[in-house]
T-cell receptor, first 112, second 116 residues
Framework: ETGVTQSPTHLIKTRGQQVTLRCSSQSGHNTVSWYQQALGQGPQFIFQYYREEENGRGNFPPRFSGLQFPNYSSELNVNALELDDSALYLC???????????FGQGTRLTVV | DAKTTQPTSMDCAEGRAANLPCNHSTISGNEYVYWYRQIHSQGPQYIIHGLKNNETNEMASLIITEDRKSSTLILPHATLRDTAVYYCIVRGFLLNYGGSQGNLIFGKGTKLSVKP
């Protein structure tokens, strides 16, 4: 059973640019959630996808958007990057019948 | 979802039990207590969860008070590799509902340092 993998591991972007982060969920998992973790803080929920539909969203602006594909992998897109978007972005996958979420190692995004 | 209160940091000697407390006085009847940990530079890792009975697995034990307003995570024989930030989270768990594990509300957690 493969784990959750995220790419890239590190990324540097310029303010105003757009970025796409990718996540491959664990085998058999149909739910993917994305979190933003600023330095020294706990992860903050961005949104969740279940069977290719967004079914939950945290307090993030519309320039944060996502997709889930038929194989349950997912993308997080952020438009018009701001300096405060610099953070570790975490993806988590789960089964709808299971109690636990499995997290990837994250993508470290730096906006300059 | 109910809020939780945890100490900012704790120390534990290697080989001893680590007892991490969590207060969740506003927990409602259908909310579970979950524990995750995050080792430096890694994603959070699920440890254990429970509703009202004490739970034990290969990683830890979870003790929930009878009134469910607080709980304690116990690592029976802490090792240096258990040094991490431990998060206590309470939330509802909806069976057969897609994506029930989304929207985990993380606080700042407890930084546990296991010392030799």
């Amino acid at each position: 059973e493969t784990g959750v993998t995220q790419s890239p591991t590190h990324l540097i972007k310029t303010r105003g640019q757009q970025v796409t982060l990718r996540c491959s969920s664990q085998s058999g998992h149909n739910t993917v959630s994305w979190y933003q973790q600023a330095l020294g803080q706990g992860p903050q929920f961005i949104f969740q996808y279940y069977r290719e539909e967004e079914n939950g969203r945290g307090n993030f602006p519309p320039r944060f958007s996502g997709l889930q594909f038929p194989n349950y992998s997912s993308e997080l897109n952020v438009n018009a990057l701001e300096l405060d978007d610099s953070a570790l972005y975490l993806c988590a996958s789960s089964r709808d019948s299971g109690p636990e979420a499995f997290f990837g190692q994250g993508t470290r995004l730096t906006v300059v | 979802d109910a809020k939780t209160t945890q100490p900012t940091s704790m120390d534990c000697a290697e080989g001893r039990a680590a007892n991490l407390p969590c207060n969740h006085s506003t927990i409602s009847g259908n909310e579970y207590v979950y524990w995750y940990r995050q080792i430096h530079s890694q994603g959070p890792q699920y440890i254990i969860h429970g509703l009202k009975n004490n739970e034990t697995n290969e990683m830890a034990s979870l003790i929930i008070t009878e009134d469910r307003k607080s709980s304690t995570l116990i690592l029976p024989h802490a090792t240096l590799r258990d040094t991490a930030v431990y998060y206590c989270i309470v939330r509802g768990f909806l069976l057969n509902y897609g994506g029930s594990q989304g929207n985990l509300i993380f606080g700042k957690g407890t930084k546990l340092s296991v010392k030799p």
